[in-house]
Structure formats: structure tokens, C-alpha cells
């Protein structure tokens, strides 16, 4: 397989053009034959035109590429090796949304031919891929999985925003349904990532290597969370307390902050349900979410608090929220935990202003039922510096003292401007 994709005798096809697909799809094209499909007709044409839709990936990425972008099962099946790389959201009840890894396997079903093999790298709980894909895969091709067709696994370490940690630069951890699986899925990898692969003993342990990478860091930042609301009441800041402690050799190096996006956010619902299904209540895992899940609403009751700490009518104040991403640099508004500080701001009767030099209002309208101000106004009885967005970095206190009022607050989230507010009431994390 492997040799036959490097001599363009097989395609590889990517299913699901986002901020992992999309890279994975472009770093093979630039040695062997890929379609790239999606099922959003929009984006495919955008990626005709050499236009990430992400905004993450500039036009010369897309130069030098052997790739036809699509959204047509015909041109699908054109393929021999299918990576599906689409999102694995939760809903409203922080349940596993597993419909667009579905919908992608019934797709690849209704094309697959003997002698094709499936990997998946969509973040799943252990078990997903054998017990909940796999089934629809046999049941479409009418193909039988180890006789016919090859199964794997290789979970995406993508990081949105990342330059340095890039598909072809991090270890990739692969896995397959049988020996002879994993050493095909191992090789065809091998072809464009540098630092080699890890291979799994079986698709379950891919499975769960990956998700508890999330659930560690969510666990971890809760408990920076936990401390910072600790440290508040006692009147000391946190990050003066982490960078003390930091010094010490062996000292974990998390920060408090507002945990969004679509993997550190969601991935440990996966192995709660997971684990729910199995009769364990997750204790840990469960208590993380739920600190994090709270910081939203904790910053913006801080605020409103001290806000009214100086005596202002508390209807009447104006509020400006700088950032409304998942994390500093990126457009992604997916699971922003910023929602939750503006939904509570404004459940006080504040008039709230969002700014941000990345995201798209529309789609802020849309998700979240609010939009961005296209620039900061003034007397503003507090400032909220959410996201640490690069072109807020630079920011001084004069900045702030232009566009606050008398007695103006400034609520530092991710403690930027730690020792540069001098004159200003300041409040961090």
C-alpha cells in the first residue's frame, strides 16, 4: 500500500477539510496523489481556490500540491486509504455528538472497495471505532473488516494556532486492526511525518492515549482554577504564587483561565460517558469539568462585584470584553468559553461590547447571540482582557485609562498585564 501511494498508483482521501484535515490532506499532497473531500460545498470551493476557510493555513500551503478538493462520493471512491479527520462534538448535555463521525463512515461505506483501508482520527471514546464505526462500515460495503478491508486508528495532535507543532513534526501514535493493519497504517504515515510513530498495541489504547492527553491538561488547569479562586479570598495573586512555585525543578507549569475550544473542553465527556457506560462514576475527571465549566461565569460575577464595590449603579455600567475565540490568535469560536462571561454580564443588565481581531461576528451572532463592536468605544466601567491575543499584548495603561471611566476596572484573565497596571484597579486570575 505504502509503495503503491508513493508511486501514485493510490490516492489517499482526507474526509473532513477542517483544522486537522485540511493540514494532513496538504502535507501528503505535497508527495503523493490525495482527495480532499467535505461536505460543505462552500469551503471546497474556497480550497479550490488555495483559501484555507479556517484561516489558519496561508495560500503558499496549498502551492505544489497533488490534491482534488470534493464533495462527490464518485470522486471519493477514487481512493485506497481514507483518513476521517471530521469534529467529535458534545450537546447540550455534554453527551457525545457522535453524528459527524457517523455520517463520514456511511459515506466511505457506500465507496469502499476490498483491499481499502479506514483510519480514524477524529478524538473518540475507547471502543468507538471497532463497536460504533466499524459496524456501518461492513453493513454499507457489505465487505467484512480484517478479510476485506483494514481498519485503524491515529489520533490527531493538531493545536489550532500552532506553527511549531505541525503535522509533519510531532510523533504520531498509530494503530490498526491486526498486526498487518498497523504496519501498513505506520508506513503510509511515515511518509510525511518526520519524527516517526508510536505503535499502539491496538486501536482501543490509540483510542484512549489520546483522549486522556486532553483530560489531563483539563484536570490540571481545574485545579489552577481552583487555586485561583482559592487565592483570590486570600487576597494574593496567582500568577505571583506560580511563578514562586514554578522555580522549583519539577513544578507542573499550568495557568487558570477560561478552557473552550473543541478538545480540552469536550474530550473529557467522552471518557465520562465512556466510563458511565460501564458503571463508574468519574469523580476527578467530573469535578474538572465542572470548575472549568464554571470560570466563565465566575469571572463575570467578579467583575460585576467589583464594579459595584465602587458604588455605580450596576444597570446603568458598560462593560467591554476584549476576545471572544477559544485561545489567543485563532478564529475558532467553537465551545468559547467567553459566551458564558458575556451571557452573565449580561443576565445583570450591563451593556456589554465584545471586540476581537480574529473571530467573525456573524458567526458570534449566530452561535452565541452576540456580535463584535468594530472598535472600542469610551467610559467603560470595567475592561475584561479575555484572550490574549497577540495585538493586545502590546497594549500600555495609558490604552486603558482612554477608555475607562472614573474608578474603571481592569479584569485580566490570563494575567497579561501583571506588574505593567500601576494607577488602575487590576484583577487577575
Known amino acids: 500500500m505504502q509503495q503503491e501511494i508513493l508511486d501514485k498508483k493510490k490516492k489517499i482521501a482526507l474526509i473532513g477539510l477542517g483544522y486537522v484535515g485540511l493540514p494532513i490532506a496538504l502535507a501528503f499532497a505535497k508527495k503523493v496523489k490525495v482527495i480532499g473531500f467535505d461536505i460543505n460545498s462552500k469551503r471546497v470551493d474556497m480550497m479550490k481556490k488555495g483559501i484555507d476557510p479556517s484561516g489558519?493555513?496561508?495560500?503558499?500551503?496549498?502551492?505544489?500540491?497533488?490534491?482534488?478538493?470534493?464533495?462527490?462520493?464518485?470522486?471519493?471512491?477514487?481512493?485506497?486509504?481514507?483518513?476521517?479527520?471530521?469534529?467529535?462534538?458534545?450537546?447540550?448535555?455534554?453527551?457525545?455528538?457522535?453524528?459527524?463521525?457517523?455520517?463520514?463512515s456511511e459515506s466511505i461505506g457506500k465507496v469502499l472497495k476490498k483491499g481499502d483501508y479506514v483510519v480514524y482520527e477524529s478524538t473518540v471514546y475507547p471502543g468507538c471505532t471497532e463497536d460504533d464505526c466499524v459496524p456501518i462500515l461492513e453493513k454499507l460495503s457489505g465487505l467484512k473488516m480484517g478479510k476485506d478491508f483494514k481498519v485503524g486508528y491515529s489520533p490527531e495532535r493538531i493545536n489550532p494556532g500552532d506553527k511549531q507543532h505541525t503535522i509533519t513534526k510531532i510523533l504520531k501514535i498509530v494503530s490498526g486492526n491486526d498486526a498487518e493493519a498497523l504496519d501498513t497504517v505506520a508506513k503510509v504515515y511515515s511518509?510525511?511525518?518526520?519524527?516517526?510513530?508510536?505503535?499502539?498495541?491496538?486501536?482501543?489504547?490509540?483510542?484512549?492515549?489520546?483522549?486522556?492527553?486532553?483530560?489531563?491538561?483539563?484536570?490540571?488547569?481545574?485545579?489552577?482554577?481552583?487555586?485561583?479562586?482559592?487565592?483570590?479570598?486570600?487576597?494574593?495573586?496567582?500568577?505571583?504564587?506560580?511563578?514562586?512555585?514554578?522555580?522549583?525543578?519539577?513544578?507542573?507549569?499550568?495557568?487558570?483561565?477560561?478552557?473552550?475550544?473543541?478538545?480540552?473542553?469536550?474530550?473529557?465527556?467522552?471518557?465520562?460517558?465512556?466510563?458511565?457506560?460501564?458503571?463508574?462514576?468519574?469523580?476527578?475527571?467530573?469535578?474538572?469539568?465542572?470548575?472549568?465549566?464554571?470560570?466563565?461565569?465566575?469571572?463575570?460575577?467578579?467583575?460585576?462585584?467589583?464594579?459595584?464595590?465602587?458604588?455605580?449603579?450596576?444597570?446603568?455600567?458598560?462593560?467591554?470584553?476584549?476576545?471572544?475565540?477559544?485561545?489567543?490568535?485563532?478564529?475558532?469560536?467553537?465551545?468559547?468559553?467567553?459566551?458564558?462571561?458575556?451571557?452573565?454580564?449580561?443576565?445583570?443588565?450591563?451593556t456589554v461590547d465584545v471586540t476581537d481581531p480574529h473571530a467573525d461576528s456573524e458567526e458570534l451572532q449566530h452561535e452565541y447571540g452576540f456580535g463584535l463592536v468594530k472598535e472600542a468605544g469610551k467610559n467603560y466601567d470595567a475592561v475584561i482582557i479575555a484572550v490574549g491575543h497577540k495585538q493586545y499584548q502590546n497594549l500600555n495603561e495609558d490604552y486603558f485609562k482612554s477608555i475607562l471611566s472614573d474608578k474603571g476596572i481592569v479584569v485580566d484573565v490570563k494575567g497579561i498585564f501583571r506588574n505593567k497596571i500601576k494607577s488602575l484597579p487590576y484583577w487577575s486570575l
Open 56 to 104: 489558519e493555513l496561508p495560500a503558499s500551503e496549498f502551492e505544489g500540491c497533488d490534491i482534488t478538493f470534493t464533495d462527490s462520493l464518485d470522486v471519493l471512491k477514487e481512493a485506497s486509504f481514507y483518513i476521517i479527520a471530521v469534529p467529535t462534538p458534545i450537546d447540550d448535555h455534554n453527551k457525545p455528538d457522535l453524528t459527524p463521525v457517523i455520517k463520514a
Open 191 to 350: 511518509i510525511i511525518v518526520e519524527p516517526g510513530v508510536h505503535r499502539a498495541p491496538s486501536i482501543k489504547v490509540a483510542e484512549a492515549a489520546k483522549i486522556i492527553e486532553n483530560t489531563q491538561r483539563d484536570v490540571n488547569i481545574a485545579l489552577m482554577n481552583e487555586l485561583s479562586i482559592i487565592f483570590n479570598r486570600m487576597n494574593i495573586n496567582t500568577y505571583d504564587v506560580l511563578e514562586a512555585a514554578g522555580t522549583k525543578w519539577n513544578f507542573l507549569k499550568f495557568s487558570p483561565g477560561l478552557v473552550g475550544g473543541h478538545c480540552i473542553g469536550v474530550d473529557p465527556y467522552y471518557l465520562i460517558h465512556k466510563a458511565e457506560a460501564l458503571g463508574y462514576h468519574t469523580h476527578v475527571i467530573n469535578s474538572g469539568r465542572y470548575v472549568n465549566d464554571s470560570m466563565g461565569f465566575y469571572v463575570a460575577k467578579n467583575t460585576v462585584k467589583k464594579i459595584i464595590a465602587t458604588g455605580k449603579d450596576i444597570s446603568k455600567a458598560k462593560v467591554l470584553v476584549m476576545g471572544a475565540t477559544f485561545k489567543e490568535d485563532v478564529m475558532d469560536i467553537r465551545n468559547s468559553r467567553i459566551a458564558d462571561v458575556v451571557k452573565e454580564l449580561k443576565s445583570f443588565s450591563l
